[in-house]
């Protein structure tokens, strides 16, 4: 395969030059790094395992009608993704006090908020991420009033959806964090679409009976057993069998290398259902 163009390396993540216009590669890396990179590891079978979710939810929300940048998988570590000019804040929900909010507030972990929450942080590393409001948002015009607007609204639907999702499958959806992109359409005219990623690397997940962490802050607060716990999200979901995709400590490669294929079909539907070619069935069977 021909080498790709690296436009960006991240943290977790790296962005190539995708095939067509337009497109992106995201690669998702085996790294997990926390408080501003200051903690770092290489954790095996992580970028996989994000893979696989983020492009299965992505999929989810875009059935329900919210634009994301995901296009279709290529392979265990990389997606193809509708590339955007990413907008520089990270938009974080919290329905369950937890993480910063908790050292900020001196609220107890675990209680319920009155109402889900949302916070604006401005995406800049060398400043760590600086919790702004809305009115910096717009003072230093990070977005716009419209843009802002349509954000605020697909993140509750992202919430409720998400809160639904994951409460079927036991578990609880005590934070998470999204970021939007602006796709620019023939005209001129912007598109807000939902981009990056969203795993147990950017969500706070629950086990409803016993309360136990499923996501990063198990390496964020030195509890081990993320590959374990991130598998057991994805088997939840469906995604991977489940005795897991691991073999002693590797990716068992002849497991992860189909696992793609599920997401794939569902696009190519939702493809097929804008062109007109698949109808919804008759509610009942027709008489021959
Ligand atoms: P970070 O930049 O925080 O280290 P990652 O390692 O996750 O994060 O890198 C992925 C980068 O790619 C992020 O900065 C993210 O904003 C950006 N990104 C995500 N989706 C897209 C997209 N569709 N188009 C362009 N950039 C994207
Ligand atoms: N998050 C924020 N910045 C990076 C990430 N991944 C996510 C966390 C958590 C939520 O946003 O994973 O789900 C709130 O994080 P915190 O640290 O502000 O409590
Ligand atoms: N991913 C961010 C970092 O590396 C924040 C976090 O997830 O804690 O520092």
């Known amino acids: 395969m021909a080498r790709k163009n690296v436009l960006y390396e991240g943290k977790a993540k790296i962005i190539y030059e995708g095939p067509d216009p337009g497109t992106h590669i995201q690669y998702f890396k085996d790294d997990a790094t926390a408080f501003n990179a200051e903690k770092h590891d290489v954790i095996s079978g992580k970028g996989v395992l994000n893979n696989r979710i983020s492009a299965h939810l992505m999929s989810k929300i875009e059935a329900i009608g919210i634009p994301t940048h995901f296009i279709r998988s290529i392979n265990m570590r990389e997606q193809l993704i509708r590339a955007v000019e990413i907008i520089p804040i990270e938009v974080v929900v919290r329905n369950i006090a937890a ?23 401005y995406k800049n590393d060398e400043l760590g991420d600086p919790m702004v409001g809305e009115d910096h948002i717009l003072t230093f015009d990070w977005a716009d009033p419209y843009e802002m607007e349509e954000i605020i609204n697909m993140t509750w639907r992202i919430n409720d959806y998400l809160n639904g999702l994951f409460e079927g499958i036991g578990l609880r959806l005590v934070d998470f964090k999204v970021e939007f992109g602006r796709l620019y359409g023939e005209y001129g005219e912007v598109y807000i679409i939902l981009a990056d990623e969203i795993s147990p690397d950017n969500c706070r997940l629950w086990d409803a009976k016993t309360n136990e962490k499923l996501d990063k802050d198990r390496f964020r607060l030195d509890l081990g057993g993320l590959v374990e716990a991130y598998q057991d999200v994805a088997a939840r979901l469906g995604l991977i069998p489940k005795g897991g995709i691991m ?13 793609e294929q599920i997401e794939n079909e569902m696009a190519k539907e939702r493809e097929k259902r804008k062109r007109g070619l698949v109808r919804t069935p008759p509610s009942k069977p027709r008489k021959l």
């Open 99 to 121: 993480g910063s909010l908790c050292k900020r507030l001196g609220l107890k972990e675990g209680q319920i908020l009155p109402k889900p929450l949302i916070e604006f942080y």
């Open 247 to 259: 073999d002693h400590g590797d990716i068992n490669e002849q497991i992860a290398a189909g696992l």
